[in-house]
């Protein structure tokens, strides 16, 4: 595991995946990330590429070609080469070098990295078409953050604090059997409290939020996770139908792209929240995740 600290985190980062696995805020003591227990849900904060969610029949189209790829792609199951490290950064790479042409058509590079100023992590992605074709994907986050923080709390202790975006309509989604539904258009967003029911229908989606805050009604520790610009957030936790509870954790996922809509005609080109980016050129993107 690759370690990076300051005065006021350890993160641990492991190479399969480029995944954090372990932020440690070492003036408060509290660890604030998903285990990984696998009774649960074994990861804790992949990336999720060339998909987020889930295709329909597991399947898309390019050029009248089929490829079969499963939910969230497999960037998150690939091992990372280090490309650069510090004491409080550290930046992974991925070439894809003809591995996953089967899947998926395209070759790329992938940059992720990771950097540390004073409380807060900054995660920085780059994707780099190395095709002389245009290239079609989607790219997300999925943090998971341990609830209760501390012993003395429940779940139901927790809430989400929502920052829409500035002049920009807010729209929540549903999933149906993992594929997008338009619910509504939103004009405020209440404190959404945590509690078993929240994901029984599977993940909450929303467009154009810019900040989500975890927080908690006994103290003053939190996470604050911060993606201006980003088109879609995800809010997930697993789900136990046989006892109706959630697993003790919550996941703020900014993404830039979605599950196929139920409608979804397969063409990749043409799939709801995806991204294009040219012959050679770079896609970049970043958020930041506060530590209260």
Known sequence: MIEIENEWLKVGIERNGAEVRKVKHKKNNLDYMWTGDQAYWGRVSPVLFPIVGRLKDDQYQINERTYKLSQHGFLRDVEFDVLEQTATSADFIFESTGRFIEVYPYEFKAIIRYMLNDDSLIVK??????????????IGAHPAFKIPLLENETIEDYGLQFTPAADKNVTEYELTNSLLHEKRNINEIKTLQLGNSLFSHDALVYSNIDKIMLVSNKTSHGVEVMF????FVGIWSKYNEEDGSIAPFVCIEPWYGVADRYGTSGNFKEKFGVNMLEPGQTFQAEYKMKFN
């Open 125 to 138: 992605w780059e994707i780099v078409n190395e095709n002389e074709q245009e290239m079609y994907f989607s």
């Open 228 to 231: 201006e610009n980003f088109p």
